[in-house]
């Protein structure tokens, strides 16, 4: 009886909505902490607060832990809401000083809104069953970046030694050109004043990288994005069939009941 009225509880909307609301709470308080001014200000406030929060954390998992039991730990985000929960209580003060570093996890807290919004936790998906293509087309950039840097070094090691001195440095040079970073007023133009034709090289290398394959990366993603939104939609409609079936066959037993009764009553009045 009282799981049941917990389970009411816990899944009830106004109980989720509230949770979230915390979440976000903890969210700023975190973001507040960082501050200084703020902290000599009223960081013993922030301190209770961010234990208050980390409390209602702890007594939600509890719950659900006592409700679902073993079930709980079959759903992935529920592991993932577990362990994020678990990091808020890492001691960081006292005996357990050295601990002190895990204090930077508390910002972690904030992805628990990942497992409470449902259009976050479709694109995480997304991008977790997307990483075997991506795996591979980031071989491929892997490769395309090899090949430039072989040939970056071999032309411009002489003159522009800090930037393809080496393969790691021309691999480094070429990560700022495909991020678009003041790749043309930094490199491009000055390099190009000593080699004429090195605008061949540095655009071949954007239209291959940045505009071709980065491009392939983000529509396995969004392709991904599409497939996993029709699978829910296609589970939902199924929940849906399933329970008007449900519901239509409860409805025809009880008209059978209802037949029977009224038989039942026609006997006993005799007619």
Not at 36 to 49: D, E, F, V
Request: hydrophobic content about 50%.
């Amino acid at each position: 009886m009282l799981k049941e009225k917990l389970k009411l509880f816990i899944e009830h909307k106004l109980t989720t909505n509230l949770i979230l609301v915390v979440i976000i709470f903890n969210a700023i308080v975190l973001g507040l902490m960082t501050y200084p001014n703020i902290c000599n200000l009223c960081g013993n406030w922030l301190q209770i607060s961010c234990q208050l929060c980390v409390l209602i954390f702890s007594v939600e998992m509890l719950i659900k832990l006592y409700v679902y039991g073993i079930k709980f730990f079959k759903d992935g985000w529920n592991n993932f809401d577990f362990v994020l929960v678990a990091i808020s209580w890492i001691p960081t003060g006292g005996v357990f000083s050295s601990f002190r570093a895990f204090r930077v996890l508390r910002a972690l807290r904030a992805l628990r809104l990942v497992t409470r919004l449902q259009k976050l936790r479709l694109i995480v998906q997304a991008i977790i069953e997307s990483i075997p293509n991506v795996s591979w087309a980031s071989v491929l950039l892997m490769l395309i970046f090899y090949i430039f840097a072989i040939m970056g070094t071999t032309m411009y090691s002489e003159t522009f030694p800090e930037y393809f001195g080496t393969i790691g440095k021309s691999m480094f040079t070429l990560f700022q050109i495909m991020s678009l970073d003041d790749w043309a007023t930094e490199l491009a133009r000055p390099i190009s004043q000593l080699h004429p034709m090195a605008w061949l090289y540095f655009i071949s290398f954007i239209l291959t990288s940045s505009f071709v394959v980065m491009n392939v990366i983000v529509g396995v993603i969004v392709n991904a994005i599409g497939e996993i939104s029709d699978y829910n939609k296609k589970v939902q409609e199924l929940k849906k069939l399933k329970d008007s079936t449900n519901l239509e066959k409860e409805l025809n037993k009880l008209k059978k009941q209802i037949k029977i009764v009224e038989g039942l009553i026609k006997i006993e009045n005799g007619d």
